[in-house]
């Protein structure tokens, strides 16, 4: 059974500084994907990863994968109070019926203090 | 935007009643999936759906049912609500072949 790990669950760092979010997980996993949500709301998709080595950026978030560590990294570059959010990994695997399923670490939850 | 809908959006309920929720998308998607939401435990996946009539358990699926008689509503039923079942539920739904999900907005239930 696919376990996801993130750390750490709560983060809360000064406006321009870097900080990394990680996800470990513990069995193969082929992709993996970031969420974000924002209190209330309900869950954006950021990144998927699909290989080893992959690696994302779009603004100051860039997500990296190591398949075979079994590890990716969120790292956030001059953080700016609009990251403020949970940030959530999801490994893929498959169900025996063939379906995909992702699951979801615990969270990070982000607040960048000005 | 994928279409998809959840209702009610909120909801107060009592102990021992049933309780559905109801996941509407409009784009003929195949795959649709049911999770809960609580502090400390990230998503997890109750009950999920890869056709009509094809459904499936997830991880935490006691005390939840599932029914999907046409491709774009997937509902999801606690047939005795119980006060451990006060969650956020979000629906989901997957392109086939595609990747990830989209998430509906949400369904905030509470039992007392």
């Known amino acids: 059974e696919l376990k996801v790990e993130q750390n750490p669950l709560f983060l809360s760092m000064q406006e321009g500084k870097n900080y990394t979010i990680y996800c470990n997980y513990s069995t193969t996993s082929d992709r993996l994907y970031w969420y974000r949500q924002d209190p209330g709301k309900s869950l954006e998709s950021l990144f998927v990863l699909l290989s080893n080595g992959a690696v994302k950026q779009e603004g100051r978030l860039m997500a990296s994968l190591d398949t075979k560590a079994r590890l990716s990294t969120l790292h956030i570059t001059a953080a700016v109070h609009d990251l403020s959010a949970t940030y959530f990994c999801?490994?893929?695997?498959?169900?025996?019926?063939?379906?995909?399923?992702?699951?979801f670490g615990t969270g990070t939850r982000l607040k960048v203090l000005a | 935007d994928a279409g998809i809908t959840q209702s009610p959006r909120h909801k107060v309920t009592e102990t021992g009643t049933p309780v559905t929720l109801r996941c509407h998308q409009t784009?003929?998607?195949?795959?649709m999936y049911w999770y809960r939401q609580d502090p400390g435990h990230g998503l997890r996946l109750i009950h999920y759906s890869y056709g009509v009539k094809d459904t499936d358990k997830g991880e935490v699926s006691d005390g939840y049912s599932v029914s999907r008689s046409k491709t774009e509503d997937f509902l999801l039923t606690l047939e005795s609500a119980t006060s451990s079942q006060t969650s956020v539920y979000f629906c989901?739904?997957?392109?086939?072949?595609?990747?990830?999900?989209?998430f509906g907005s949400g369904t905030r239930l509470t039992v007392v």
């Open positions: 784009e003929n998607h195949r795959y």
């Open positions: 989901a739904i997957r392109y086939r072949g595609g990747d990830g999900y989209t």
């Open positions: 999801a490994p893929r695997t498959i169900y025996p019926s063939g379906t995909y399923k992702y699951i």
